[in-house]
Every structure is written in C-alpha cells, then in structure tokens.
C-alpha cells in the first residue's frame, strides 16, 4: 500500500469528513436545481476543515479521491459563505490536481478573483507554480500546452509506444489531446499520412472542421476516397469510417500510414460494422507494418485488449485513468403517491439514495412526452444546456413538442436562430416540426438529418441559443454535445435493446464538459418502474471491451447457421460479415488458425475452416472481388453470378446505368429485385410476386444521385402516398437516404457491378468503363464539379443548393475555388445560412491553396 494509498483511506474513514462531502454534494445540487422544495437545510461546511482533508488525497489517482477534491472545491467556490480565502485554497486544490479548466471557469464566473492563488502563502504559490508546469506540454511551435492528469500521460506515453490503448471518462479530454497530437505531426516538415478513423459521418464532419482550422496550410485534411487531390498530397490527414477506410485502401495501392488513431474504440462490439473496424485495422497495419496505432475508449476496464494484436517488435502499452475533471450528480425522480402533480427527487452518491425533496410539475403529465417535458422543465426552467434522450425520430418530435408547449415565446426574435428556420423550410419541408420549435428555442437531433442543418444545431445549442435539445443515440457516438443536464427515461440503444450499464455512463459523461460548466446533472425520470429501467445505475462502472469477431467466434451459432445455409438469402448479418472476414484473411495469406481455436467444438470449427477452404479453392469469384467487398460472403456473390448467367440477357441489358439515363429508375429496381432474390433483402421482401418498395427505393436511389434536393425527395414521397402524413414522409425519406442510398445500395450495387464484369469476362466481352456508383450514392450528386465541392468540405445541401448555376461539369480546387469566389449568392437566392457555409469553406481553402 502507497502512502498515497494509505493517507487516502485515512481521510475517507474520517466520518466527518464523509459528512462535509455529502453537505457538499447538497449544496451543489441546490444551485443546479433551484426550484425544488428541499426537505431539509444544507448544514453549515467547516472549509478550513474540508479544504485541509481534500488537499492530503489530491495526489490519490483513484476517482473516488478525485472526484472527492472537485465536489469540495467547487462547492467551496459557489458558496456564499465561503471566505476569499478559503476560495481561493480552493483554485490551488484544482491547480494541483491539474484542473486549470475548471479554475478559468471560476474566474470567467466571478466565483473567484482573477490569480486568486498569488494571495496564498508562498509555500502554496510555489505548489501551484510547480503544478502548472507538471501539468503542461511544450509543443514544437514554442507555445506551452496546459493539460490535465489524464492527458500528460498520454502525452508522454504516445511518445514512447508504438501502440497505444488509453480509456478515460468522456469529459476527460480526449479528443482534445488527440488534435493536439495530429496538430504537433502536422507542424513537422516532413511527409505524412495520419489517419483519424471515427464510427460515424456526423463525426467525419466535426473532427475534420476543427483540424482544417488549425493545420498548417500545405497539410492537406481529407474525407473521402474520391477526393480527386488525396493521391497526390504528401502531407495528408485523413477523417474517416471504417467504410471510406476500406475504399481508400482500394483505391490507392501505395498509401502507407504513420498513424493510425481509432477513436471510441468500443465500436468494436458492434457487429456487422465491429468486424468491418477490426478488418480496416488489420489492413492498415498489414500494408504499414511501421505505423503508430492509437486506441481510445471511454469507461473500458479492459483496454490491454486493443493491443493484444500488435507485432512482437513493436511496443505496446496501454492504461485506464480515473481523471474526473467534471462531477455527475445523478438524479432520480419518481411519482409521489396520490399527488399526480408532485415528483420526489432524490441524489445518488456512492450506491446510496438520498432523498432531496420534491418538484411540482406545472400540470398532471397525462403522456409519456408530457411527463418528460414536464419534469425537465420544472427541473431546469427556461435555462439554457438541457439534452433529453429519446428512443427515436419520432419520439424526439413528440418530446420537443411537449417541451415547446411549456416554454414562453422568445421576448425577441434571433436572427441566427431564424435563419435556420428558413433553411429547414427550404432544405427540408415547409411543414417540418423542427423549424417550429425552434421558435421556442427548442430542437431535436438526430443522425439522418441534413449535415448542415445538425451542424447549425449544435453550434447554436453549444452558444446557448438553443435550451432544450432532444438527441436520439447519435449522442452515444462521440457527437460532441456539452450540456449541463441530461434527462432520460427508459432508455435504449436500438429498437427494443435497454441502454447497457457502459452506455449509460459513457452517456452520462456526456452532462458537464470540462471547460463548460463545474458539473453535470444526470436525470432519470421514473426509476421506481422496474420495468422501464432493467439497468437501473447505481454507481459508475467500466464496462470490458469485446470484438464483435471474439465474440461471435466463442459463440458460433450464428456463423455456423449461416454456413450451414448456404442457399439462403440472409439480411446482411454479422455472421455473413464474419464469415467474410475470415474468408478475407485467409485469401490474405493471414493464418485462422488462432481465430477459429476461439470456437469451442473441434468438429464445429472444422466445419467453418471447411466453408473457408471452399471460397478459397472453388469459388468462381477471384478473390480480389472478394477482398474488395466486405461484409458479402462468396457465395452470395456466387449466386448473384449464376443469376446473370441463368437470365439469358446480355451484359449490356444488366449493367446500371447513369442516374440521368431514361430507363435508370427500372434498370435499378430490376438490379434491386436481383440482389433480393440472391444477395439480401435489405432492400425489401417481395410479397404476392410484387416489388413496390423496391421500385420506391429505385426511384430515391437514382434521384438521390442526380441531386435532388432533399426537399423534393420527400415532396415525392408524400404525393406517392395518400395515406402518409407529412412528418412520417420527412421521417422515412431521411431514414431510407441514410440506411440505404448512402449505406446498402453502395455496398451492394458496387458488389453488382465487379459480379457483373466477372460474367463479361467469362462470356469473352471487353469490360466497359462503369461509373463509381459507392461514390455517388455516398455524397448524393454524379458531376464531378460537385465532388470537388463536397471534398472542401461543403455539404450535400449546401452543395446542391448551387450545383444548378456550375456550367463545367469538372474543375480543379483553385478553379471551384475562383468560382465560389466570384458569385452573388444573394442574387442567386441561396438561403444565408447555405452563404456562410460557403464562406467558411472559401477562408480555409484560399488559405490551403495560398499559404501565407
């Protein structure tokens, strides 16, 4: 046991202190959630007293000691009745513990006096002193870097590993860091190639944003495989998923890594698209064998496992680190019996339940939408920072209905806030329920909306223009969202799936972003129905990491079932992916044998390695079409082949055409209705011979490509449908934009057209050019003027918003760039908000092109 250790359960087994903890936890949350009728009074803090007992654990790594530090002196700080002096002993705890943060918070607040600490005693001014140096990186360029505990050591580990796995709590800075790491490569002079690999697109967007900021001008950031000057760049950063991962890998041969960063490492559980994260990874590594590889995961008890897989020659380290630099209070709020109106409210601290007092809601909550809008805004007013979780698009809209109807008409109106309204008039649909909220300062979130649109939510709910802001799981993959409070009732991941343990917390950490605010608040609303709240959270728990592969390998159930029914049409399951992976290290050269030593039965495993060796030996498909396609098995490619065989019609009368051709939109459902009966049903089961949704698909799918604005796109819908109402029609155009025109039908239609040439080979035809249909379905536009755009960052929207005016259909960046420069948009009629875009995009390319 360390003295730290020793002097840390000293101060914990003092019951007085124990005690001027819990009085500190009450007065914090008391200056969070003022309405409440407390039952009783915070009882007077001895500060000398607590401040003495925190300064001896500040030192203690543990989060029970660091948490302890922060609760007391935040409280300290936000006390009336706390001395100067006593706050600023307070500022030098924070300083030591290496929360500079936290204390510029207090100062920007008026909590306490600017350099509060040069009033201490020179003993404490030199302890402070020393802490800001310890605690601070010097970068390349000069400048000094202030960090907190967490992010020194993985400053100073990222400079002695060759892979590296880190966990820590979401608020503990971790992207943070990691630009900082990708910025002080990037000032070097040398060539580069640094990967960024993030689980979605609304990421793609936030992280390369900030990067395109901040990189010197030579360093060029790139997010997609189609951006016509990646191939040449020489100082490259990449932001990107697993999937353009995969592509970028294909389509440039000669691409080697020096870094490779895997950001919220966890998605390596995630099934189908798990196995494909693990299967970028290995690929990297495979063609850079020299590259430096970076995990980070939030909460992970377990994150040596991330490093198991690197070479013997390389070192690998990893560690877990108990930073807290912001506190949760996590709330529970339950029914009060006979009295509808009333809510009891309670603090859960160290596994324990305290009992706060009760709120009154403003009427009965006769709802599910109405009790949560109720509750959070008796809770928290019309005060800006509140996230709700919901389960869904359409529970967002019910619930940020129900929270409009409690809230006052803005006093006066903001012109930001209806310059977005005008946007999503026009971008989306006149009737869409967000751009009425809005008017209330209310917005919902979710991952099919419009880039731009999302981006504008953000930015003004992240500036406090927006107060209520209601996210679906987008908010569980690193969207990076400050708030002050979280509110949640019956939470789930997925249709039907509650919210695990580890994402709840990693959630959680979502409440209270170091730098933002002193704390989060955590509110669960009717914890006292067992059955809404299967993982009711008690205290906070890191949760292992598994791999999607070791995981479905120790159960092979599903992967067994899968090989054993070979002639069946599956609905792109993790097990084909996993067949396919394993298929595609065996073609390789990589050896399966330790993988399937995973699976349990030797006469089970035997049976797979079998199915394997097959694809290996019989199939007709070579296996670089195989490689290129991940997640299709061969023999669904196989009985794709034996279908254009068995048609009689020519390759010609299958091959896809061109989205502005007249018979696109029956070529595609023809070439929909064919990847169903062989491929996946993804697309739609055919009922009674009929196939109408996917002739509904055809036509998004080939409109989508052309760049038809999203506004016509679900006008289409509507007036294709007479039972539909508007809201489910903007619902399901964006569901079916992102689950299919940019997901499934690139993955499967680029599938069908390699199979197809694989036909004309064998029928001795020469192989035509074919357009990059993954890329167009991907971005939603066919000209290659547009790629460009797209590829400087502009979105879809934005995008085709002007596409209409572009007369050249190809240009390099200096000629789009010239272009853009010279065009009266407000004469063009472009909504304003779609103007800034643009020049937000100008001022980062001119400075790329013309470096100062």
Known sequence: MTDNTRLEEVVFGSQKFRDVLEASRKLTIRTEFPSVEWDESVPPIDWGFALLYASGITSAQSERAQSAVLRIATACMLSAEAEDVHKAAAAALLERSGN?????????????????????????????????????????DGRVLPVNPFQEKFWGAVESSDWLSVSAPTSAGKSRIIRERFLEVARSDDPFTLVYLVPTRALIEEVSRDLRQEVPADVGVFTMPWDPDLAESQRTILVVTQERLHLVLELIPSLEVDLLFVDEAQSLAGGARGVLLQQAVERTVR???NAQVLFASPLSSNPELLVEDAPADRRSSYFVSETVTVNQNLVWVEHVARKPQRRAVSLVSDGNRHRLGEITLAQRATTVPMRVALVAHALSGNTAGNVIYVNGPSEAEKVAKAVFEQLPPMAESDTEIDDLCDLIRTAVHGKYLLADVLERRVAFHYGNMPLVVRSEIERLFGEGKIHYLICTSTLLEGVNLPCRTIFMRNPKKGTGNPLREGDFWNLAGRAGRWGKEFEGNVVCIDTDDESLWPNLPLVRKRSPIARAVSTGLADASGLLAFVRTVDEVHNDSAAESLFAYLCSRHLDGESTEA????????SERNEIASGISRVATESPVPADVLT????????SMERLLASFRASGKSPADLELPLPEEPDARPRFQEALVRIGSTMTNVFGATQSGEDRR??????????????MPLARLIEQRISSSKTVTVATAIRDVMRDIESIARFHAPKYLACYSDVLEIYVSELGLEPTDRPDYAMMLELG???????????????????VAISQYIGVDEWARTEAIQWLSSQ??????????IQREISDVLEVARRRVSPA
Request: no cysteine.
């Open 100 to 140: 500079h943060m936290a204390v510029e918070l207090a100062e920007a607040r008026n909590r306490i006096s600017t350099d509060s600490w040069l009033k201490l005693p020179g003993a404490l001014r030199m302890e402070v002193v020393r802490s800001r140096i310890g605690y601070s990186v010097r970068l390349s």
């Open 287 to 289: 063609r850079s064998p």
């Open 595 to 602: 993988l399937l030593a995973r699976v349990p039965l030797v």
């Open 628 to 635: 290129r396609h991940t997640g299709i098995a061969s023999i």
């Open 694 to 707: 996917k002739w509904q698909l055809a036509n998004l799918i080939v409109n989508w490509m052309k760049g």
């Open 781 to 799: 536009v066919s000209r290659a003027s547009e790629v460009v755009l797209m590829s400087m960052g502009l979105s879809r929207t934005a995008t």
């Open 824 to 833: 009266n948009f407000d004469g063009l009629d472009v909504p304003v908000l």
